[in-house]
């Protein structure tokens, strides 16, 4: 058997074996779930080294001032609220005058 011809039959050979994992690979499902996994946990990783480092540390603090912002808005708009439902006395009545 001369070179080429081994070439073309180990290339061959390497096509069928490509062929069956690729379609041992749908039949399972898109992508290797052990890679799919190892993709899972780099992004855990990253999320969870955001949270503890100097990123997530001042986020957390923006979170703080952001909260007592709202919470003094909410106060503050509940009372003037309830202000303005109140009835006020120095007003004239709408109905005084017509007659």
């Known amino acids: 058997m001369d070179t080429v011809a081994r070439g073309e039959m ?3 050979e ?4 490509v062929r069956r994992r ?3 690979r749908c039949r399972v499902g898109s992508g290797s779930s052990r890679s799919s996994t190892w993709r899972m946990s780099v992004a855990l990783t990253s999320v969870r080294g955001a949270r503890s ?3 997530g540390r001042l986020a957390r603090g ?3 001032r952001h909260k ?3 919470d003094f808005l909410l106060v503050h708009h509940e ?4 202000r303005l439902l109140e009835p006020d006395d120095d ?3 709408v109905t005084a005058g017509r007659g």
């Open 10 to 12: 180990v290339e061959s």
């Open 62 to 64: 923006q979170a703080e």
């Open 53 to 55: 480092g100097p990123v």
């Open 68 to 70: 007592r912002t709202l």
């Open 79 to 82: 009372g003037e609220a309830q």
């Open 14 to 17: 390497l096509d069928a074996i």
């Open 91 to 93: 007003l004239p009545s």
């Open 22 to 24: 690729d379609d041992k």
